[in-house]
T-cell receptor
Framework: SQQGEEDPQALSIQEGENATMNCSYK?????LQWYRQNSGRGLVHLIL?????REKHSGRLRVTLDTSKKSSSLLITASRAADTASYFC?????????????FGKGTSLLVTP | NAGVTQTPKFQVLKTGQSMTLQCAQD?????MSWYRQDPGMGLRLIHY???????DQGEVPNGYNVSRSTTEDFPLRLLSAAPSQTSVYFC????????????????FGNGTRLTVT
């Protein structure tokens, strides 16, 4: 089932600005992952944060996780036109529901020059 | 290193026809899965496999069959296509099971866009 819910659904910013998107989920998790999807392509894994971690960095990406609020945020600093894509969070639920990730519906990011 | 390869890229079927979507990976990943992506619905899991000879159902398995005879290949069969199966289909693989606390990210193919008329 789809557990993650991204917010906002769409975001439009200018190059050089920061982009923040959020993900909320409903049940306890083992980890939370963020993926990027360029138009017409498959998803690409960006970053994984474990349930016992609070913050993680990868280049211009910063991910936070607040398990008490069941939410995560993805910050992209100094955005570039090439960051234009859809961004999805995926949760690994801490339950006996089989081996599957639950994906949200995504945030569509547009970065204009 | 090709990663996850899906064929065909595009397909048009008539209602009632059957077909097989191919997925192959060259990374020796044990876990493979099929998702469908529909506008406003995100990705929904159809079937997955944790290794050759082992498959299990996901969230939306009806109308689809899978088998896993080798580590490399995980074909998805549409038994009798319906317009509701119009979607973009993604195959994904991972060294360890996605989910279950294995902390194993998914590697996706570029999708098959299927239209059923």
């Amino acid at each position: 089932s789809q557990q993650g819910e991204e917010d906002p659904q769409a975001l439009s910013i200018q190059e050089g600005e920061n982009a923040t998107m959020n993900c909320s989920y409903k049940t306890s998790i083992n980890n939370l992952q963020w993926y990027r999807q360029n138009s017409g392509r498959g998803l690409v894994h960006l970053i994984l944060i474990r349930s016992n971690e609070r913050e993680k960095h990868s280049g211009r990406l910063r991910v936070t996780l607040d398990t008490s609020k069941k939410s995560s945020s993805l910050l992209i600093t100094a955005s570039r036109a090439a960051d234009t894509a859809s961004y999805f969070c995926a949760t690994d639920p801490n339950s006996n529901s089989g081996y599957a990730l639950n994906f949200g519906k995504g945030t569509s990011l547009l970065v204009t020059p | 290193n090709a990663g996850v390869t899906q064929t065909p890229k595009f397909q048009v079927l008539k209602t009632g026809q059957s077909m097989t979507l191919q997925c192959a990976q060259d990374m020796n990943h044990e876990y493979m899965s099929w998702y469908r992506q529909d506008p406003g619905m995100g990705l929904r899991l159809i079937h997955y496999s944790v290794g050759a000879g082992i498959t299990d159902q996901g969230e939306v398995p009806n109308g689809y069959n899978v088998s896993r005879s080798t580590t490399e290949d995980f074909p998805l069969r549409l038994l009798s296509a319906a317009p509701s199966q119009t979607s973009v289909y993604f195959c994904a693989s991972s060294p360890y099971p996605a989910g279950g606390g294995y902390n194993s990210p998914l590697h996706f193919g570029n999708g098959t866009r299927l239209t059923v008329t």
